[in-house]
Structure formats: structure tokens, C-alpha cells
């Protein structure tokens, strides 16, 4: 076995791209992971637009070109296309913790049967945030507020009426980026965000957010694989 372990992370946009450099990424590397996180391509584009057709592309492409590598995705439930594996199943159970396994497994399932032979079914490691990557930003509530100029008491009542940041729904009016963009004109995903993101830590994440917490350690385990 390596001494190390590559993961490429397909994630939808330049956002996610930062969060896996420079901040998750640094916290595998003491484990002797290494996390590459690439953009979903598009013709002439980079991020957005989620749908299956373009991300079951890539997954295809990266799994083919070595087979020493695992490969994740890191995209938001709100941005993906109904061409998606499972997305008419995750709309059915109620709570957020059964429409992400529900899309995962299709996910996982789908991938498995395009490229079996390149040994998907181990190899592939689905991951679909609930219900945007802002969710994360909710783990902390005081540094949230204090990153807006907002007091705590904003975000808590938020968190308090869905219950947990990745209950934050995927309501065009009530998703978390919405949210954020309602109560402040401060917030810039690439680059508040990140900030946010980076003050907050993983650590924090990982006790607020369960699902993300159940990724990474599935990240973590491929070290024993």
C-alpha cells in the first residue's frame, strides 16, 4: 500500500475549489492524504449548472486516467439538474439526512454501473452537500454573525427554526445562500465565504454538520482501505 492516499474532489466552482485547497486540504495532508479538488468542466465554462450528464464525464475521465487514485464529489443538492441519479427518489423521504443518502446511493450506483471496469464501486466516493456548501457557514454562529456585522442572535434563530445547518432548505427564498444574502450585503462566496469558512475550521464543521462529518471519515477511512 502507498504511503499516501490521492483523492481527486470534483467540486462544482471556484468556492469549493478554495475550500478543499487551502482548507480542508491542509488537514488531510497531516494524515498523509492528499485531496485534489478539480472543476466540473463545461464547454468554455467552469462551475454551476450541476447536472449528471457533465459531471458523469468527468468522473469517467479521472477514474480512466489512473488507478491509484479515489475520486469524490463535493456539489450542492440545490444546484443539481433532475438528470441526476436518484433526484425524483430524494424528493419523496422527508428530512434532509434521507434525501442526501437516497442521492448518494443512486449516485454511487450509477457510477458503479458506467465504469465498472475501472473498479468504481470502491473507488468512487459520492458526496452531495444539503443543501449548499453555505450551509457549512452556519456551524458558528458567533463567527458568522461577527464576519456580517450582524448579531448572533440572527443566525440562531435560523438554526433553531430548521435545527441544524445542513436542515437549511432548498427554497429559492430560503436556501442558505439566500439567507446569507438577506442578512448582509457583506457576504461574497469566494471570498467571504472562504474567510468565514477558514475562521470557523473544520473541526467546528464537522460537530455541526453530521452528513459532512460522515464524509470525511469515510475520506479518512480509504487510508485502511
Not at 478554495?18 to 480542508?24: A, D, P
Not at 443512486?106 to 456548501?133: C, N, W
Request: glycine letters at 8%.
Amino acid at each position: 500500500m502507498s504511503d499516501f492516499v490521492e483523492v481527486i474532489v470534483l467540486v462544482e466552482g471556484t468556492t469549493e475549489l478554495r475550500f478543499v485547497k487551502e482548507i480542508l486540504g491542509p488537514v488531510f495532508s497531516h494524515q498523509n492524504f492528499f485531496l485534489k479538488p478539480i472543476i466540473l468542466k463545461k464547454p468554455g465554462m467552469a462551475g454551476g449548472d450541476i447536472k449528471f450528464a457533465r459531471a458523469g464525464n468527468d468522473i469517467g475521465l479521472h477514474l480512466k486516467q489512473r488507478q491509484d487514485t479515489w475520486l469524490t464529489l463535493l456539489v450542492d443538492y440545490y444546484g443539481i439538474r433532475k438528470d441526476w441519479p436518484g433526484y425524483e427518489e430524494s424528493k419523496k423521504p422527508p428530512g434532509h439526512a434521507l434525501k442526501a443518502k437516497t442521492i448518494c446511493q443512486h449516485t454511487a450506483l450509477k457510477v458503479k454501473e458506467m465504469f465498472s471496469d475501472q473498479d468504481a464501486g470502491r473507488r468512487f466516493i459520492p458526496y452531495v452537500s444539503m443543501y449548499e456548501f453555505e450551509a457549512l457557514l452556519f456551524s458558528d454562529p458567533e463567527v458568522l454573525a461577527e464576519a456580517l456585522g450582524l448579531k448572533s442572535s440572527a443566525i440562531e434563530t435560523v438554526i433553531v427554526a430548521c435545527g441544524e445547518p445542513e436542515a437549511i432548505n432548498d427554497n429559492p427564498n430560503s436556501a442558505p445562500s439566500k439567507r446569507l444574502k438577506m442578512l448582509s450585503n457583506r457576504f461574497k462566496k469566494t471570498t467571504t465565504g472562504i474567510e468565514i469558512a477558514r475562521s470557523i475550521g473544520i473541526s467546528r464543521m464537522r460537530q455541526a454538520c453530521p452528513l459532512f462529518d460522515d464524509w470525511l471519515n469515510t475520506l479518512e477511512s480509504l487510508g485502511t482501505a
